[in-house]
């Protein structure tokens, strides 16, 4: 198993491009989240998703948006970058066997507005 | 909402000294859970607590959940330059976690 997988590693986007992070994973994990991590701070919640078809607003989800067609792909869509998105973008997922709820990130999605 | 707040927010020691991070919640958690990232890395799951005042030790990591659930400790014997990074705890419902921003451990060899 891959695990979590994220495309591109790094990315640069002037002021008002749009791009979409891409994750995937392929333990036919049912929940999905994206996270983004500022410098010297926590993990915030974007948009998370308990399954194909699903998808809810987490902490932060101004000036994003998700989808999950499938199990295996969840995307992360900005449409009007903005200096305020950059951050390092992380994707995970979830495995619920019994009480466990062990989340598997994955490598991370830099990316720089300017 | 609810929130998960870490204590400290950087921790510098010698090697061989011990180390704790402490996290405490705004509500009571159903669980918790410890993460570790190293610099330029990502968030990897180190443990889970769910019962009321569990204890749980890996090697030289000792987990602490408190008797209320509303906070927990994670206590590192004898550190070594490997455990340099940062430890996240998390909380919340069974699928949606709050994360809190974490302690920063360096090790001076």
């Known amino acids: 198993n891959a695990g979590v997988t994220q495309t591109p590693k790094f990315r640069i986007l002037k002021i008002g491009q749009s791009m979409t992070l891409q994750c995937t994973q392929d333990?036919?994990?049912?929940?999905m989240y994206w996270y983004r991590q500022d410098p010297g701070m926590g993990l915030k919640l974007i948009y998370y998703s308990v399954g194909a078809g699903i998808t809810d607003k987490g902490e932060v989800p101004n000036g994003y948006n998700v989808s999950r067609s499938t199990t295996e792909d969840f995307p992360l869509r900005l449409e009007l970058a903005a200096p305020s998105q950059t951050s390092v973008y992380f994707c995970?997922?979830?495995?619920?066997?019994?009480?466990?709820?062990?989340?598997?990130f994955g490598p991370g999605t830099r990316l720089t507005v300017l | 909402g609810q929130q998960v707040m870490q204590i400290p927010q950087y921790q510098h020691v010698q090697e061989g000294e011990d180390f704790t991070t402490y996290c405490n919640s705004s509500t009571t958690l159903s669980n918790i859970q410890w993460y570790k990232q190293r610099p330029g890395g990502h968030p990897v799951f180190l443990i889970q607590l769910v019962k009321s005042g569990e204890v749980k030790k890996q090697k030289r990591l000792t987990f602490q959940f408190g008797e209320a659930k509303k906070n927990s400790s994670l206590h590192i014997t004898a550190t070594q330059t490997t455990d340099v990074g940062t430890y996240f705890c998390s909380g919340g419902s069974n699928y949606k976690l709050t994360f809190g921003k974490g302690t920063l451990l360096t090790v001076n060899p």
């Open positions: 995970a997922s979830i495995i619920k066997s019994g009480s466990k709820n062990e989340q598997f």
């Open positions: 333990m036919n994990h049912n929940y």
